[in-house]
């Protein structure tokens, strides 16, 4: 044991402990699991947990979810046969130790790291992972599919779908729901239910699994029996009680709806007590028709840092364990804090200014505004197309919605940007948050894709700062637009320009020039003005005149300026955070083409492939959007139309 600074008592993974001391090291494959007694199951779980808490402090990763599902990972590798069941998470962002235990705990240690193993499931990193997933309410679904094909193939595999931090509100997971009776008559569903998604969850759905949690008299009884059959260690009395209880929980319980829509219900389970969890899944095993089991976890179990601040340990960057500080910290302020700092600002002025989150006040700046301005926040949970029309519907009805999102998770709204917003010119604003390439977090959560999926939308204002104020003096332009407005921004930080006192507004489709140049025009969006800057003073150095724009509007953009520049430059190069195909670029290159310029125009930006994981510089320099390879890109260009 190692006491912290703060008092907290936090135990450590050995370093120097023999490989025969220590259970994890003879688990090899999940069917090593299988044969271990209960003794030997609790301090796996003891040695899962210190391998977790000490492999993230160095890499970062999801640390509180992973935390919390260790006991429930470990029981079903010991009850369900991992070769031949199919096993899917939602979100498999908690899916930690079942990587540690199918086969990957040599590996664990590269976890998040560029070529290392990913923080989500992937089919083509291990056969144990049968569904890849990085976003939240897919598992039910895929499951069910699983469930289909295996019964039209007259099968015999068991079908484990584990849901939890929220998704089984999400609208994927309740469509699932709704056809589950009609597919199929076998599957097993765990709801993993720690009260939390990223933040505390929301909705009625989670009221009512709360209740379902908390009911005394219903959980009093049922800890008395399971402690009868514990100490007498009936293996037998396990159906019997499992008859019993489906007679009983009608007595104490409302309509258990997951009833309704044909699934069995067993639970609460205590996600932590290894005996119940065995037993559960073992009924369930045997169960001949949908059934799930509810299983209640605390999310950051074992780290009493992350069992006080869920939120916060949820995900997290290397820290020192004993403090419980984290190794990298800078006094200035993220793009999603100034975003938060610049909705107080407007919302001080216009009282019809709403927020609107799919579950992450925190992670999209906005918490502060929560507490300020509760009645003029919403929380939808995990439902972005509702977050979508849900703020049509506010707009058409004259209020001021400005949806914050992740760029990834804007995706599955895409079709209710364009019908239910764009299509009707509502004033929605979508503040597209951690847009560009994220690193560590890899393809399932790199937001490359949204300026391809939106710039061919009618009506839509595209926006993209250079630095904090720009961001939010074009949070206030979008305000003053009255029309459908996606202002994205990058993940991290900017350069530390602060916000002024006066908010500024921008001339719509007006680009800025940053460096006056004559041969060479590099067109830079935002986060990529500086690699812009620094390709143009190494053109600058072998005798190549190169100008620079921050571009700001990326729908409408600055044709007017674009014509001149490429009507008297040899080359117009493009630098934008997100993919070639369909993005920016592709929009400047047609101009051109299309008003015969004679300037050659280079993209710069994402592969048509899906970026793996990684830090940002390592995936910059890879794909050559470093300022040394997009200067030589730029002269090798150069150099043949002198040539020509």
Not at 120 to 144: N, V
Not at 162 to 167: A, E, H, M, P, R
Not at 298 to 305: P, V, W
Request: hydrophobic share 40%; net charge neutral.
């Amino acid at each position: 044991m190692r006491r912290g600074q703060k008092g907290h008592n936090v135990k450590l993974f050995p370093k120097r402990r023999g490989a025969v001391d220590r259970i994890l090291d003879k688990v090899d494959s999940p069917s090593d699991i299988r044969e271990m007694n209960l003794e030997q199951l609790t301090r796996l779980a003891g040695e899962v947990r210190e391998l977790i808490i000490e492999t993230v402090s160095h890499t970062g990763g999801h640390l509180a979810a992973n935390l919390g599902v260790v006991e429930l990972t470990i029981a079903l590798l010991h009850v369900f046969d991992a070769r031949d069941s199919r096993i899917l998470w939602d979100v498999s962002h908690q899916s930690y130790a079942y990587k540690i235990l199918t086969g990957r705990r040599d590996e664990f240690c590269t976890l998040r790291q560029y070529k290392g193993i990913s923080g989500f499931t992937k089919r083509e990193e291990s056969p144990y992972d049968h569904f890849g997933a990085g976003h939240s309410g897919t598992a039910l679904s895929a499951a069910l599919g699983m469930a289909a094909a295996r019964d039209r193939k007259g099968g015999s595999e068991h079908v484990v779908a584990v849901i939890g931090d929220g998704s089984v509100g999400c609208g994927i997971s309740l469509e699932a729901l709704n056809n589950l009776a009609d597919v199929t008559e076998r599957l097993i569903v765990v709801l993993n239910d720690n009260e939390m998604s990223i933040a505390s969850n929301v909705g009625s759905i989670s009221n009512y699994l709360g209740s379902l949690l908390a009911n005394p008299r219903y959980n009093r009884w049922k800890r008395s029996v399971e402690g009868f059959a514990s100490r007498l260690k009936m293996g037998w009395f396990r159906k019997v009680y499992y008859k019993i209880e489906e007679a009983v929980k009608s007595l104490f319980l409302k309509s258990v709806i997951f009833e309704e829509f044909g699934l069995r219900y067993v639970g609460p389970v205590n996600g932590h007590n290894l005996h119940a969890l065995i037993d559960a899944f073992s009924i369930a095993r045997d169960y001949d028709r949908p059934i799930i089991l509810h299983v209640n976890t605390q999310k950051g179990k074992g780290y009493q840092f992350a069992e006080e601040s869920p939120e916060k340990w949820h995900g997290a960057s290397p820290f020192d364990i004993g403090t419980g500080e984290l190794k990298k910290q800078s006094g200035r302020p993220d793009y999603s804090h100034v975003f938060g700092v610049a909705m107080e600002r407007v919302a001080e002025r216009d009282d019809k200014v709403v927020a609107i989150t799919a579950a992450m006040p925190k992670g999209t700046g906005l918490t502060p505004f929560s507490e300020r301005y509760p009645d003029r926040f919403f929380d939808v949970g995990i439902c972005e197309e509702h977050a979508v029309v849900f703020a049509a519907g506010l707009a058409a009805e004259g209020m001021k919605p400005i949806f914050a999102v992740y760029s990834t998770f804007l995706q599955r709204a895409v079709d209710c940007v364009i019908h239910d917003v764009c299509l009707q010119k509502l004033p929605v604003i979508f503040a597209v948050d951690r847009a560009g390439i994220v690193g560590d977090d890899g393809p399932t959560h790199h937001g490359v894709f949204d300026i391809a999926l939106l710039r061919c939308v009618p009506n839509l204002t595209i926006m993209q700062p250079a630095d904090e104020a720009e961001l939010a003096d074009m949070l206030n332009t979008a305000l003053a637009l009255k029309k459908p407005v996606a202002l994205r921004y990058p993940r991290g930080r900017g350069p530390g320009t602060p916000v002024k006192d006066e908010l500024q507004l921008l001339d719509e489709g007006k680009a800025l020039v940053v460096k006056e140049g004559r041969d060479v025009w590099i067109w830079a969006l935002g986060d990529m003005i500086p690699a812009a800057n620094e390709a143009a003073h190494i053109l600058e150095a072998a005798g190549i005149s190169a100008g620079v724009v921050n571009v700001r509007f990326i729908k409408p953009m600055d044709k007017d300026l674009l014509k001149t520049h490429a009507g008297t430059a040899r080359v117009v190069a493009t630098l934008e955070n997100g993919v070639i195909a369909g993005g920016f670029g592709s929009g400047v290159e047609d101009f051109v083409n299309g008003e015969s310029l004679p300037a050659k125009v280079l993209k710069f930006g994402w592969p048509d492939e899906f970026v793996t994981h990684g830090s940002v510089d390592e995936l910059f320099r890879k794909h050559g959007l470093d300022p040394e390879t997009i200067a030589a890109s730029i002269k090798k260009v150069c150099h043949a139309k002198d040539e020509a």
